[in-house]
């Protein structure tokens, strides 16, 4: 079975920004980092039969990339890391700024296959 909180934390964790930890977290983040990302696994559904039994299953995953500087790095960083673990882009959203809290908030859509 496909631990998907597992492989995110794998996959996302050591990401540094400007040589600064960014922090990631499973569907919520409460911490006090300025730049943090934010993962989900919101649909699995099955994508393979073999004699009417599930052989293959697809995770669509969405990534939410919090900063208050330039993400030009780090977008390339997780883009990178989600394709060499076998993931497909489905897309992505352009930046959008919160004048509130002077954050932009950018998030990507992710398939994978188990």
């Known amino acids: 079975m496909f631990n998907h909180k597992l492989f995110l934390k794998n996959l996302l964790s050591?990401?540094?920004l400007n040589g600064q930890s960014v922090p990631?977290?499973?569907?919520?983040y409460n911490g006090?980092?300025?730049n943090y990302i934010v993962g989900i696994v919101y649909n699995n559904r099955g994508s393979q039969y073999i004699d009417d039994q599930e052989s293959v299953t697809r995770y669509s995953?969405?990534?939410d990339i919090y900063t208050k500087v330039d993400n030009t790095s780090l977008v390339e960083d997780i883009t990178n890391r989600m394709l060499n673990a076998g993931c497909t882009r489905?897309?992505?959203t352009e930046?959008?700024?919160d004048d509130g809290t002077l954050i932009s908030n950018l998030f990507f859509n992710y398939e994978r296959s188990q």
Do not use: A, D, H
């Open 14 to 16: 050591e990401l540094t």
């Open 24 to 28: 990631y977290s499973y569907g919520l």
């Open 32 to 34: 006090q980092n300025n």
């Open 61 to 63: 995953i969405q990534l």
């Open 90 to 92: 489905l897309y992505n």
């Open 95 to 97: 930046s959008v700024f």
